[in-house]
């Protein structure tokens, strides 16, 4: 009863009371914004520098471990022990880190403070406060989150186990609070959860957005390497030709099982511009190469025992494009619901929609990042 209570007071914030508190939280909470310094000169630091010039805010400094004695963008790079020296009492530091390798917010704030930084806050505030820089990532306006109050308690009401809804709850207070306190500790064992995951010695797996194989990997292990067929979808040429070493490394008994297809997954077959050549995180974007998507209602005709989704961001597509599949056969499904703010209750509401009867579970993996959706036969 107190989680569902909570996601009632979460939900009961009024949208006006909401769009105030976005876009007064950041200069609420470092007083003067004019004094800031940026903690990280990666891709979401120097996306905020733009914008901060934008606004006639010029940041005093990066500070960056690894960047330190550079210069970014026009911007001096420190060591965080020497910007600490110089502003520790007069300047707001802003972690602008944002990744699912980087160590936690909290973590990252705890080691500034250690070295005496008085006002230390994340980049999220910051980002509501210039919503044009908005979606980054699975980070969005609190209030496009209480605009789909309903489809959030009709998620909430499918899951299936206390701790999926506490988990719920909490990552739904981080979306609309950036509270990073709220989050609660990451689990082991991403997509095979022994306790939620039970497919048998005949099983047909897919793996949409394969990487370089580390999970196919992951599934031989957990099957015990007694599977009939496995379907490995990797659009990125590079993951794609790390894959295929690994397969070569694999026993032929395990490898002439898989079939690895160079697609990506989505709701239809079609083409889309690609970014590839960034590892776990190439995805669809502005460059020239292009790739071809497929539908996994189009790609495979046989029954199927389980997916796993991580397509970043294409989750819900790929979905649509394996209707037919989910409704004739009710594999167990694996779907990041992290990549997009609403994902988080787009997901089972989706997959409710093809075919009743699903047990769903929500386990984090990572902090927000890694998040996963668990669909599986009741």
């Avoid at 690609?274 to 189009?298: I, K, N, P, T």
């Amino acid at each position: 009863m107190q989680v569902q209570e909570t996601l009632e007071q979460l939900l009961g914030e009024g949208l006006h009371d909401c769009r105030e508190r976005e876009h007064t939280a950041f200069d609420r909470a470092v007083g003067s914004p004019t004094r800031l310094v940026l903690f990280g000169a990666g891709g979401l630091g120097r996306k905020l520098l733009r914008r901060l010039r934008q606004d006639g805010v010029e940041p005093l400094a990066f500070i960056d471990n690894q960047l330190a004695g550079r210069e970014i963008d026009g911007l001096t790079v420190l060591s965080p022990a020497d910007a600490a020296q110089r502003w520790a009492e007069s300047a707001a530091f802003v972690v602008s880190i944002w990744a699912s390798w980087a160590d936690t917010m909290q973590e990252q704030i705890e080691s500034l403070h250690r070295l005496g930084c008085r006002t230390v806050v994340s980049f999220l505030p910051l980002l509501w406060k210039y919503p044009d820089l908005l979606p980054h990532v699975q980070i969005d306006l609190p209030t496009r989150a209480l605009e789909h109050r309903e489809e959030i308690r009709q998620a909430f009401e499918l899951l299936s186990d206390d701790d999926s809804r506490a988990e719920f709850v909490a990552q739904l207070k981080w979306r609309l609070h950036g509270d990073f306190h709220a989050l609660r500790p990451a689990r082991p064992g991403q997509y095979w959860q022994k306790d939620l995951i039970r497919i048998g010695d005949e099983a047909v797996y897919v793996d949409a957005g394969a990487c370089d194989g580390d999970t196919l990997e992951q599934f031989v292990a957990f099957v015990q390497g007694r599977f009939r067929r496995a379907y490995v979808f990797e659009p990125d040429a590079a993951n794609l030709a790390a894959l295929r070493k690994r397969l070569v490394r694999m026993s032929s008994s395990i490898s002439d099982q898989v079939r690895a297809l160079p697609f990506a997954v989505a709701e239809a077959n079609y083409e889309i511009s690609f970014s590839g050549g960034a590892g776990a995180s190439s995805a669809a974007g502005s460059a020239s190469e292009r790739v071809r998507c497929v539908a996994l209602d189009d790609a495979i005709h046989e029954k199927i025992d389980m997916v796993k989704y991580d397509i970043e961001g294409f989750e819900l597509l790929g979905l649509q494009g394996s209707r037919r599949l989910i409704r004739e056969y009710g594999p167990s499904l694996a779907v990041c619901a992290y990549h997009v703010q609403s994902h988080l209750w787009r997901i089972p509401l989706l997959i409710e929609s093809f075919r009743r009867g699903y047990r769903f579970c929500l386990r984090s993996h990572g902090q927000v990042w890694e998040t996963v959706c668990y669909a599986v036969p009741a």
